[in-house]
């Protein structure tokens, strides 16, 4: 009867680090003492430092590590660990589920979060491998499937195959769609190799399947943010590009309402403007990840994978499509929301004018009717001095020249009003 040895249980734990050194540098001092505590011995690689070992020989041959690794602005946390014993292929799913119960897993929640639209957790894989024993013995679909199921009791939704180094790739996860709303904590990787040997050089490329894993998760990070900014933009800001139907209701606004409004759209343009370019941002992350995931993926260790193969189609025929048209489609809305602003201030600047105008006008005519009026009353005081007992603004000089000034400041009034019609009318 075939038997699995050596299996071995993976997890690449991916985590955006801005903001969030001194805490991954917390949990990643803090490992030793959690792991002693489990009856563990635990020892800092001596050729790396970012590379912890521990091991347990107590109960049974188990050993393993965690390591740690920065991609740009990702950290990524492996575990792995593996019993050096073999295991019936019915008691799979219940040895993958003891290894995963250790205890000692980093649990998802425990790890650092960086938030942006959601939290900095771009997303896991765990890799199940192994030998198989007898040599060269195949592996059942249905064997991979209780495995995935030990990982992930709701059981995957979807899957794809392939072969590497000799052995059967399975992929399974989870999602709203074969490529769409993909559950970031439900990707598995299963590999039962041919024979020892082959299990051994295997481990010579953990590392590569590491950086396709941080490619892959990155992407689908990018791909999910930039589907959520552009629901986002849309659902916020669809008031704002419905009200330029019906932007004749401006002009019955007064300065202040409209000052107030420029106000307004002003701030909004400003947050248009900042969302629209950290959707482009995502494209552009899309795009450059995909690119790194291909020159991987094309190098002689993964040329021929056809699962990873179909994975990089869809990122270039579908996610960076969608990007690029939902940037396109709403960068319309920044110039209408733009117009809209400028129309505003338009408004306010001709408001502004005209009060500016109206004031000039009022002090000019009031100016020219006291003048007119001061003119009036020293000319009739210096022909007819008032008696002395009776008070000033009872004599007819006072009423004389009052009755000037007003009448010099209607004629000015009549004249500027005629000039303003003249103008209009000319236009």
Not at 138 to 152: G, R, V
Not at 163 to 178: D, K
């Amino acid at each position: 009867m075939t038997k699995i040895q050596y299996p071995t249980l993976d997890l690449f734990v991916y985590n955006l680090v801005e903001g969030l050194a001194s805490k991954i540098e917390d949990y990643w001092v803090t490992l030793p003492d959690k792991l002693k505590e489990k009856g563990y011995s635990t020892k800092i690689n001596d050729e790396d430092s970012q590379l912890l070992d521990f091991l347990n020989t107590i109960s049974a041959a188990v050993d393993g590590s965690y390591s740690r690794v920065n991609f740009e602005d990702t950290n990524c946390l492996r575990y792995c660990c593996s019993v050096d014993k073999k295991i019936e292929l019915s008691d799979i799913a219940l040895n993958i589920t003891q290894i995963k119960d250790l205890a000692i897993l980093p649990e998802v929640e425990d790890l650092p979060t960086w938030k942006l639209s959601g939290n900095g957790y771009l997303g896991q894989t765990w890799m199940i491998s192994g030998w198989t024993d007898p040599d060269h013995t195949p592996i059942s679909e249905s064997i991979a499937h209780e495995a995935y199921k030990a990982l992930i009791p709701q059981g995957h939704q979807h899957q794809q195959s392939g072969e590497f180094l000799g052995a059967t790739v399975y992929e399974l996860w989870r999602g709203e769609g074969r490529w769409d709303g993909i559950a970031k904590d439900s990707h598995v990787i299963i590999i039962f190799y041919p024979d020892e040997a082959t299990f051994a050089k295997a481990a010579d490329y953990y590392n590569d399947w590491r950086y396709l894993f941080y490619c892959r998760h990155k992407i689908l990070w990018a791909y999910e943010q930039g589907r959520e900014l552009k629901l986002r933009l849309l659902e916020k800001y669809k008031h704002s590009l419905i009200d330029i139907n019906s932007i004749s209701d401006l002009s019955k606004k007064g300065l202040h309402e409209l000052k107030i409004e420029l106000q307004k759209n002003i701030n909004t343009v400003s947050r248009y403007v900042q969302e629209i370019n950290l959707l482009q941002t995502q494209q552009h992350t899309v795009e450059v990840n995909w690119r790194n995931y291909e020159n991987k993926r094309c190098t002689n260790i993964f040329q021929n994978e056809k699962c990873l193969e179909e994975f990089s189609k869809i990122v270039k025929e579908k996610y960076q499509v969608q990007l690029e048209k939902d940037y396109l489609s709403l960068n319309p809305g920044l110039v209408i929301l733009e117009n809209v602003t400028a129309t505003i201030r338009g408004m306010v600047e001709i408001e502004e004018a005209q009060r500016d105008r109206n004031l000039t006008n009022t002090v000019a005519i009031a100016g020219v009717g006291l003048a007119t009026s001061q003119i009036a009353s020293s000319i009739i005081v210096a022909q007819e001095t008032p008696p002395q007992d009776i008070p000033f603004f009872q004599t007819n000089a006072f009423w004389w020249s009052l009755t000037t000034g007003i009448v010099a400041s209607l004629i000015l009034w009549s004249i500027l009003r005629l000039y303003r019609l003249i103008s209009r009318f000319r236009r």
